[in-house]
């Protein structure tokens, strides 16, 4: 009898080991933008400077003045306040130089080839444990 009741211990203690396992839950899949069309007439970074050429004595800047424009994509936790500085939790993403201060993308397939102009895609893995009591 005296192992009998050993062996229905060491069974209730498996039993409530395996019930309180943790698993991982993973999610996979693809963050994407489509940039269609942007437009900065007076080649203004954003923190107010001409993006090639100074001004002169605090006018617009100068016609000829075209940005290198290009979008970076910066996936993180949810934020009340974006910062634009810190880690890029989820992964990160840009598109090459589109275009001067406005531009236009087009994004169509020409003989089955599809152009990406201004598209980012992000692909993101994310896990994280779940204890999940089995009954």
Same mark, same amino acid.
């Given at each position: %009898?005296?192992?009998? $009741? ?10 409530l080991?395996h019930?309180?396992?943790?698993? $991982?839950? #993973?999610? *996979?899949? @693809?963050? &994407? ?9 007076? !080649?203004?970074?954003?923190?107010g %400077?001409?993006?090639d050429?100074?001004?002169? #004595? !605090? ?8 940005? +290198?424009? @290009? ?5 993180? &936790?949810?934020?009340a ?8 939790? @989820?992964?990160? !993403?840009?598109? *090459? $130089? ?5 531009? =236009? ?5 020409? +003989?089955?080839? &599809?152009n =990406?102009? !201004?598209h980012?895609?992000?692909? @993101?893995?994310y896990?994280?444990? *779940?204890?999940t009591?089995?009954?």
């Amino acid at each position: %009898k005296f192992h009998c $009741v050993h062996l229905r211990s060491a069974l209730n203690i498996s039993n409530l080991s395996h019930s309180l396992s943790q698993q $991982v839950v #993973r999610a *996979v899949g @693809f963050f &994407e933008v489509q940039i269609r069309q942007f437009q900065n007439p007076h !080649g203004i970074l954003h923190n107010g %400077k001409c993006c090639d050429l100074p001004s002169n #004595r !605090g006018q617009r800047c100068p016609l000829s003045n075209q940005c +290198d424009t @290009f979008f970076r994509a910066c996936l993180k &936790e949810y934020q009340a306040r974006v910062a634009p500085t810190g880690t890029c939790t @989820f992964g990160t !993403g840009s598109t *090459v $130089v589109l275009g001067g201060n406005s531009h =236009s993308v087009h994004h169509h397939v020409h +003989d089955g080839v &599809e152009n =990406s102009n !201004g598209h980012i895609v992000i692909p @993101f893995v994310y896990a994280w444990p *779940v204890s999940t009591p089995h009954v």
